[in-house]
């Protein structure tokens, strides 16, 4: 397998928990349907209702998306396919597509709070079409505004992943996405936030009890979005390495140490449970010293690393652990040349 038990385990984990939540999601979406036409509800809860629902059918859209993905993930190391194709390039697509439109429906419901509150004058925001007919726009808008990630081809197929995505290699789509999918609808929602506390703040004093519980609630609504979107966004993050499609990495170097033995073991540990290989450095003087093979195709540069051991400083801090580590420094430059393994 490509990426060895630990991989497969963690895409094992990530499927099961993904089917998991697109269960639960369509179980909270028919509650909220089944509560809103058997019951007799004000306009604003009918919108809160409403706009719940869009953020659940999206988080649907998106796990459903990951979740295939998953699926190709552990068919690609059990059976070791080629799974390039335009719906494999089109599905790469539909997940930073699914993942903006998620964000701006916390966006939409950040809004329609804030319109609540700062705007309760204007009556056609807190119109209820206008919340249904923006369920479907927000989808072609994010359809329509990633639509250069395809232009640019920058959605490729990784074949030690299996699946297609946009890797860091290619910056101007990776940073494209990240322009849309996170940093506007994060920018709306710390604008949003930042308007209705400065709006609770010069309030009188004098205000009705039902006016003033209903602002609290509202700002508590505001911040448990925050919370969401932020572990969203932090969740996200392990992946950033498998999207980068690193395989290898070098850690013989003057800035090994900076955090100690302990942090070079987590180190360590962080690229072993990513599937990333790594020289220069081992648990064990053995292992430090130990060769690396790549599989790389032909024609393509392969880099060699000339490295000598070196005695660990008796002043480095020392780990709360038994292991004990190996660490190399470097003897020679690098040496790049064009080899087939």
Not at 314 to 321: G, H, I, N
């Amino acid at each position: 397998m490509e990426h060895g038990i630990i991989g497969f385990v963690l895409n094992l984990i990530s499927l099961i928990h993904g089917s998991f939540a697109i269960v639960i999601s369509v179980i909270v979406i028919g509650i909220i349907i089944y509560h809103q036409y058997h019951n007799r509800l004000r306009r604003e809860e009918k919108i809160t209702l409403i706009l719940s629902v869009n953020i659940y059918f999206y988080m649907i859209i998106y796990v459903a998306v990951l979740v295939s993905g998953n699926i190709q993930t552990l068919l690609g190391d059990i059976y070791e396919q080629n799974f390039d194709s335009s719906w494999c390039t089109f599905r790469g697509y539909l997940i930073p597509v699914s993942c903006c439109a998620l964000f701006h429906a916390f966006a939409i419901q950040a809004f329609y709070r804030l319109c609540r509150i700062v705007y309760s004058n204007h009556r056609w925001v807190q119109f209820y079409w206008l919340y249904v007919i923006a369920i479907p726009v927000q989808l072609v808008e994010a359809i329509i505004i990633l639509c250069p990630i395809l232009i640019w081809h920058d959605v490729i197929y990784l074949p030690n992943e299996y699946y297609c995505f946009v890797p860091f290699t290619k910056v101007r789509g990776f940073l494209w996405i990240l322009l849309i999918a996170y940093g506007l609808p994060l920018l709306l929602l710390s604008l949003i936030y930042l308007r209705i506390t400065i709006f609770i703040r010069q309030q009188p004093l004098n205000q009705t009890l039902m006016v003033k519980q209903r602002q609290k609630r509202d700002l508590a609504a505001i911040q448990r979005i925050f919370i969401n979107v932020g572990l969203l966004f932090v969740l996200g993050i392990p992946a950033c390495l498998t999207a980068a499609n690193i395989h290898h990495v070098y850690l013989a170097n003057n800035h090994t140490l900076d955090f100690g033995v302990e942090g070079l073991e987590e180190t360590c540990e962080t690229l072993d449970k990513s599937g990333i290989s790594y020289v220069g450095v081992g648990r064990t003087r053995q292992q430090a010293l130990g060769p690396v093979f790549l599989d790389v195709p032909i024609n393509d540069s392969a880099t060699v690393e000339k490295v000598k051991p070196v005695p660990m400083n008796a002043s480095a801090p020392r780990s709360s652990s038994s292991l004990t580590i190996g660490l190399l420094s470097t003897l020679d430059s690098f040496i790049s040349s064009s080899c087939s393994l």
